[in-house]
T-cell receptor, first 118, second 115 residues
């Protein structure tokens, strides 16, 4: 079984400040990791994903995340946030599926609401 | 531009009514999913489908039912809505990547309120 913990339910920051949204996971097998963003009254949009290779992953809108296997973390960062980054961010994990019978289940964290103040 | 469409976006109905939430995707994805999202909570998988005529229950028990008669269409039905069904319902579809990961694309969601 997998689980995801987003350590902060709300993160307020000022515009142009750096931000880090923390995510820890637990799994007994190798995993794929994802960050999704949800703007008000919208569905989830994929920000970035870690599948393999470099542990530093760059996504859309200037976000990046680093996979740390030893600490089982996948924290999301942005060096300078904008008002438009105000949204809820979800970390998610799925196991390495062999295809076929596995449906590549995504397990989500509880979400972190990022509020950017002018 | 969305490739997965959900209707209605918002629905307010009375207890006991039958409702169907529609979900359609134009990407030809075999796999489709319904997630339930309550405020401040993680998303919970309630139904999924591997393809036509294939449907399975997810991790969270739900009184809703789904069908998959066409690849592009995955509607969710509640035969008799109750206030406890008030929630946001998110539809998603996916395709396997070359690396073996299952990457989901989400619709905009249907927010259901049962009075």
């Amino acid at each position: 079984a997998q689980s995801v913990t987003q350590l902060d339910s709300q993160v307020p920051v000022f515009e142009e400040a750096p931000v880090e949204l923390r995510c820890n996971y637990s799994s007994s097998v190798s995993v794929y990791l994802f960050w999704y963003v949800q703007y008000p009254n919208q569905g989830l949009q994929l920000l970035l994903k870690y599948l393999s290779g470099s542990t530093l992953v760059k996504g859309i809108n200037g976000f990046e995340a680093e996979f740390n296997k030893s600490q089982t973390s996948f924290h999301l960062r942005k060096p300078s946030v904008h008002i438009s980054d105000t949204a809820e961010y979800f970390c998610a994990v799925s196991d390495h599926s062999a295809g076929g019978t596995s449906y590549g289940k995504l397990t989500f964290g509880q979400g972190t609401i990022l509020t950017v103040h002018p | 531009e969305a490739d997965i469409y959900q209707t209605p976006r918002y629905l307010v109905i009375g207890t006991g009514k039958k409702i169907t939430l529609e979900c359609s995707q134009t990407m030809g994805h075999d796999k489709m999913y319904w997630y339930q999202q309550d405020p401040g909570m993680e998303l919970h998988l309630i139904h999924y489908s591997y393809g036509v005529n294939s449907t399975e229950k997810g991790d969270l028990s739900s009184e809703s039912t789904v069908s998959r008669i066409r690849t592009e269409h995955f509607p969710l039905t509640l035969e008799s809505a109750r206030p406890s069904h008030t929630s946001q319902y998110l539809c998603a579809s996916s395709v396997w990547t070359i690396s073996g990961a299952n990457v989901l694309t989400f619709g905009a969601g249907s927010r259901l309120t049962v009075l």
